[in-house]
T-cell receptor
Framework: DAGVTQSPTHLIKTRGQQVTLRCSPI?????VSWYQQVLGQGPQFIFQ???????GRGNFPDRFSARQFPNYSSELNVNALLLGDSALYLC????????????FGPGTRLTVL | AQKITQTQPGMFVQEKEAVTLDCTYD???????LFWYKQPSSGEMIFLIY??????QNATEGRYSLNFQKARKSANLVISASQLGDSAMYFC????????????????FGRGTQLTVWP
């Protein structure tokens, strides 16, 4: 079975621009979560979606938004990019229950110049 | 508040030897899960092993075992017979389970331990 897929792999943007990152979960998984990992740190939770509804949001500004589609794929949008948004963005999928294992995609590496 | 602490920024181990990576956690919840992930330089986070808070036996997955000491709130990862391919960053993480089955799948991560396996 295919794992979690993310696109694009790498992205370079300039300050003030907007970016959309995409994620397709493992078949049969209904929950998608997004994490931001800056260099030298562990991933930080941004959003969780389950059955197309937002189930959790981390401590990120409103410039960050996300949605989940009927096929359970997801998009993460970041507006008005800042230099500090440069990071590896990881998407994870799970069946959805609280302590279900989350399986991660390869990530999208975003560089903001 | 939930917190994961990994006190070892870096660890070195010789090939074929065993190594223990430390992890302590802090939560007032009774129902939670503990995870270990491996992150090679490519960036992908690879799931290794899971331990539920009510599991009485320590989890094992091949060469990986989790030394779970609930009273001490520790969940150390033991890698037996280290291989060169084990060189990577290792993250300990925790998730909580809300009452009545509602989903709280957020993972709380530690800062990670960089493991280097030498020949």
């Amino acid at each position: 079975d295919a794992g979690v897929t993310q696109s694009p792999t790498h992205l370079i943007k300039t300050r003030g621009q907007q970016v959309t990152l995409r994620c397709s979960p493992i078949s049969g998984h209904k929950s998608v979560s997004w994490y931001q990992q800056v260099l030298g740190q562990g991933p930080q939770f941004i959003f969780q979606y389950y059955e197309k509804e937002e189930r959790g949001r981390g401590n990120f500004p409103d410039r960050f938004s996300a949605r989940q589609f009927p096929n359970y794929s997801s998009e993460l949008n970041v507006n008005a990019l800042l230099l500090g948004d440069s990071a590896l963005y990881l998407c994870a999928s799970s069946r959805g229950r609280g302590t279900d294992t989350q399986y991660f995609g390869p990530g999208t590496r975003l560089t903001v110049l | 508040a939930q917190k994961i602490t990994q006190t070892q920024p870096g660890m070195f181990v010789q090939e074929k030897e065993a190594v223990t990576l430390d992890c302590t956690y802090d939560t007032s919840d009774q129902s939670y899960g503990l995870f270990w992930y491996k992150q090679p330089s490519s960036g992908e986070m690879i799931f290794l092993i899971y331990q539920g808070s009510y599991d009485e036996q320590n989890a094992t997955e091949g060469r990986y075992s989790l030394n779970f000491q609930k009273a001490r709130k520790s969940a150390n990862l033991v890698i037996s017979a280290s291989q060169l391919g084990d060189s990577a960053m290792y993250f300990c993480a925790m998730s909580l389970k809300a009452d009545r089955g509602s989903t709280l799948g957020r993972l709380y991560f530690g800062r990670g331990t960089q493991l280097t396996v030498w020949p």
